[in-house]
């Protein structure tokens, strides 16, 4: 398995996630197989993508989150119930899609994507049916991904849902430093900046990553 899991998921993500344990909270680590497979992840090979959530689970135990502090949820298990696809369904009805356009970034995708899958559409529904479906009290994740909660957020009103509480935790920069591209992320500047700076496995060169020799 190649490096994958960088200091900023393992160590900033990972200690969010151990506070929140400390302070009483079942906490789920969710393997977004399904998300990762259409956001063509790994090749978009499912065998890979299931390796590499294993090699996820090993990494956050080595952290000090095993099994037996944290539930560890494959995406792909709540996919086979009718009842999560309804939320997605819903959740997609009570949105237009040019508000579900602008939740595309979380995906890490420019907003302005004039060549995009059909199936793209489906992920920022998803991920806030995931919070639904999951019956959680607090979703908690990068601040990359706060549009994906905002959407469940927006949904829950709508739909007389109960709405979650968003715990966002800071994006680490690359250490290539500050990158300033012309690929818009988000609509305000100082995050688009953070997105682009942050620490991606997709760029190996920018990343620490948990297990590099000292």
């Not at 690929?183 to 682009?196: H, P």
Request: net charge neutral.
């Amino acid at each position: 398995m190649p490096r994958i899991m960088h200091i900023g998921m393992g160590l900033v993500c990972g200690n969010k996630i151990k506070d929140m344990v400390d302070a009483g909270f079942h906490f789920i680590i969710f393997l977004a197989d399904w998300h990762s497979w259409i956001n063509n992840k790994l090749g978009g090979k499912m065998e890979n993508i299931r390796l590499c959530g294993e090699y996820f689970k090993d990494c956050f135990t080595a952290l000090g989150l095993s099994p037996e502090k944290v539930e560890y949820l494959w995406a792909s298990d709540i996919a086979k119930q009718i009842e999560y696809w309804e939320k997605v369904i819903r959740i997609a009805k009570s949105a237009s899609l040019r508000r579900t356009w602008r939740a595309l970034p979380i995906m890490g995708r420019e907003m302005d994507l004039s060549d995009m899958e059909t199936a793209w559409v489906f992920y920022p529904c998803m991920q806030a049916a995931d919070i639904f479906h999951m019956k959680l009290d607090v979703a908690c994740a990068g601040i990359d991904q706060r549009k994906a909660h905002m959407l469940a957020r927006d949904a829950a009103e709508k739909l007389d849902w109960k709405k979650p509480i968003c715990v966002h935790t800071p994006l680490l920069m690359g250490l290539q430093g500050p990158v300033k591209e012309e690929k818009q992320y988000d609509e305000d500047k100082t995050l688009n900046l953070a997105i682009s700076s942050k620490m991606s496995k997709s760029k190996p060169e920018s990343c620490i990553f948990v297990h590099d020799s000292p």
